[in-house]
């Protein structure tokens, strides 16, 4: 059970000492006031977006959500249509269509912009998202011509950018539906070089991975490719100068989270698109295909070798965490990762939030127990996962501590309770310094 006191001792030393707030830490708050406003771009997906309110518009008055735009020309493979509908408890006026993630989004950055103002730090904070994007995605604009992705990138100046990349495309080939190591990898760099350099260049993918074998080959090839078709790979890419690179920005990697949806077993889901919120609905013809077998009507799972549920999101979590590591040893241009993944795993391993019994018998999600950080799809952030999230995000990238206490409004707009709200900062608190940070 999580006791407090170890957590209050912390913040009360934190709120006497608190070396003004813009002098502590690491990250960018160092000489903050005399550096002036920062600029932070959040590229990624719904794991960005957090998808669930109240997470999902959370502060988006204070974001700017540079797809907003783009969604009300073209809603094509979003669950925003028909725009502007769908916000609780309004259901969504089109039947068979699905509404329940509508602009303008805040979701982690719309966290993160609160947490600063709070702190006294002067953010313009935007986010560049959109449903399932790999990072190839935001790269060349492959979901929807009309979704300039990359244009997002190169429309402003950034001090810093995160980068989140689709959520299981960092994992092995053999462990998860979309591993991709090489895509993920190799898009991630080149994201870095745009936002630092900001050459612009008319290639192809054969280009880009050395050769038209190197670029079809499987994903399980050794060695492995990213299984491009011949087609793809000979397609030819436009890529526009990047007139406002920065080589001094600070990019980081989120590094995110285990899911339960790849580790517990259960019955093919569907989002029920009749709902508020997407929530998932067993499919009883596991129609979705590659999640699972129509025989059985059972989801695909990967990480069943060990014991339980927690140790198995374990095993899980170190395989992201090692593909996010990796390509930032390789490549000094990327600042550091968030460890958003380790936070998560590290409060199912102190058992202070629900670490097994995921699903019901029937395949449906089980939410008695403790807290949740995942939302009923088992993939995506809860408000509690959310919330947590922001508090990676703000201490890792300002310096700051997440320590904030009972006087954080964040948690108290989230609905949280003080409890809860007081070990999950901890939980970021001690993940942050088990990586490295130091308050």
């Known amino acids: 059970m999580f006791k ?18 813009v002098a502590c830490g690491s990250g960018d708050s160092t000489n903050f006031a005399k550096a002036g406003p920062k600029n932070i771009l959040f590229v990624g997906n719904s794991y960005t977006f957090a998808r669930i309110a109240p997470a999902l518009q959370y502060n988006s008055q204070n974001v ?18 028909p ?8 259901p969504c006026a089109t039947p068979g269509t699905g509404c329940f993630e509508p602009h303008n ?8 912009k609160k947490f600063t103002d709070q702190a006294g730090l002067n953010y313009t904070v935007s986010l ?40 299981d495309e960092p994992l092995p080939a053999n462990m998860s539906k979309n591993g991709n190591y090489v895509s993920f990898s190799t898009y991630a760099n080149l994201l870095e070089r745009y936002i630092h350099v900001g050459t612009g260049t008319t290639t192809t993918e054969t280009s880009i991975f050395g050769s038209l074998s190197a670029c079809t080959a499987a994903t399980t090839a050794n060695p492995p490719g ?34 339960p949806d790849m580790v517990a077993p259960h019955k093919c889901t569907t989002p029920d698109l009749t709902t508020t919120d997407g929530a998932p609905m067993v499919d009883p013809t596991c129609s979705n295909g590659s999640n699972g077998s129509a025989t059985t009507g059972m989801n695909t799972i990967y990480y069943t070798s060990l014991g339980n549920d927690a140790a198995n999101l374990g095993a899980m979590n170190t395989d992201l965490k090692k593909s996010f590591q990796s390509l930032v040893t390789k490549n000094p241009g990327f600042t550091d990762l968030v460890p958003i993944g380790d936070a998560f795993q590290r409060a199912v391993d102190n058992n202070w939030v629900k670490n097994n019994n995921f699903y019901k018998a029937d395949g449906t999600f089980d939410d008695s127990g403790k807290i949740n950080l995942w ?48 070990m999950l900062q901890q939980v970021a608190f001690d993940t942050l310094v088990a990586n490295g940070w130091q308050p």
Not at 64 to 69: F, I, M, V
Not at 147 to 155: E, K
Request: one cysteine or more; glycine letters at 10%.
């Open 128 to 167: 560049s998202t959109r449903n399932a994007a790999t990072l190839r995605g935001q790269y060349l604009n492959t979901a929807n011509a009309n979704w300039n992705m990359l244009g997002n990138i190169a429309s402003s100046k950034w001090d810093t950018v995160v980068l989140q990349a689709q959520s």
């Open 4 to 21: 407090p006191k170890k957590y209050l001792k912390a913040s009360l030393a934190f709120v006497i000492g608190s070396c003004l707030v």
């Open 105 to 112: 989004w805040g979701g982690l950055p719309g966290i993160f």
């Open 64 to 81: 700017k959500d540079l797809t907003a735009a783009f969604n009300a020309i073209d809603a094509t493979g979003t669950n925003s249509l």
């Open 226 to 259: 990213p299984g491009l078709s011949a087609a793809s790979c000979g397609t030819t890419r436009t890529i526009p100068t990047n007139t406002n690179a920065n080589p001094n920005a600070k990019v980081y990697l989120f590094a995110s989270w285990a899911r």
């Open 375 to 422: 939302f009923k799809d088992r993939t995506h952030e809860s408000v509690y996962g959310a919330y947590l999230s922001g508090l990676m995000l703000f201490s890792k990238i300002t310096g700051v501590t997440p320590l904030l206490g009972y006087n954080d409004q964040v948690y108290k707009d989230l609905g949280i309770a003080s409890a809860d709200a007081l």
């Open 83 to 90: 725009v502007g509908s769908g916000v609780a408890p309004n």
